[in-house]
């Protein structure tokens, strides 16, 4: 016997409530706004559940080249995992002649990145000369570094989604260039540091 449509109304209703409470996933793009554009963009890719897959943070026994008498600065060792992913950051270039990595760290269990989107000589000066669907973007860079990792690797080791931050002007990207040079040295007041109590922000402030 077919349900009453008393029932159907309540069902929909009692789901709807069901999925009110569930917390919604924030996007991390911005919306509205072009990421195949020509601009400076700070990105953080996550390994699924923070794990620890793409190396340890250790510090190294070479005397620092600036001549003082301390060791030298913490590292990433990286595992199999993050050489793998290293190999595949250094390719973007070659994959994407208008993308260029200005900066990177491979951390534990997350990358930082600073990508450059430029315009070629086909593109022209204001990018329109190659067709939107053909020009490179963010989302599309990450999504197949991530993708050709996961097939080297064997193993889906990366979060679904990514944070990116758009860089605006010369202060915010030297910023965002020290907070990624010293990254290993700062681990464990990192947000991504998976051991401790903080949430990471949409986008980070470097300080």
């Known amino acids: 016997m077919p349900p009453s449509c008393a029932t159907v109304l309540l069902s929909c209703a009692n789901r709807r409530r ?3 409470g569930k917390p919604r ?8 706004y072009d ?19 793409l190396g340890e943070i250790r ?3 070479t005397p620092s080249p600036v001549g003082r008498d301390d060791l030298g600065a913490p590292f990433t060792a990286l595992s199999l995992y993050g ?10 270039p070659a994959a994407y002649p208008d993308v260029r990595v ?17 315009l070629s000589e086909h593109n022209g000066p204001s990018g329109d000369g190659a067709p939107r669907s053909s020009r490179p973007t963010i989302s599309g860079v990450i999504g197949a570094l ?11 080791i990366w979060q679904t989604s990514f944070h990116d931050h758009i860089i605006r002007g010369e202060a915010d990207y030297l910023r965002i260039w020290h907070y990624i040079d010293t990254n290993p040295a700062k681990w464990r007041e990192d947000c991504y540091y998976k051991d401790g109590d903080l949430e990471c922000p949409r986008t980070i402030k470097p300080t």
């Open 59 to 61: 510090t190294s026994l």
């Open 146 to 156: 991530k993708r050709f990792v996961n097939q080297e690797a064997g193993a889906s």
């Open 35 to 53: 990421y195949s554009r020509t601009g400076w963009y700070f990105v953080t890719v996550c390994t699924k559940h923070k794990e620890h897959l």
């Open 25 to 32: 996933r924030r996007k991390n793009r911005l919306q509205g």
């Open 18 to 20: 069901s999925e009110m």
């Open 102 to 118: 200005d900066k990177y760290v491979i951390m534990p269990d997350h990358v930082h990145l600073i990508i450059r989107i430029v």
């Open 83 to 92: 050489q793998i992913t290293e190999k595949y950051i250094r390719f973007i």
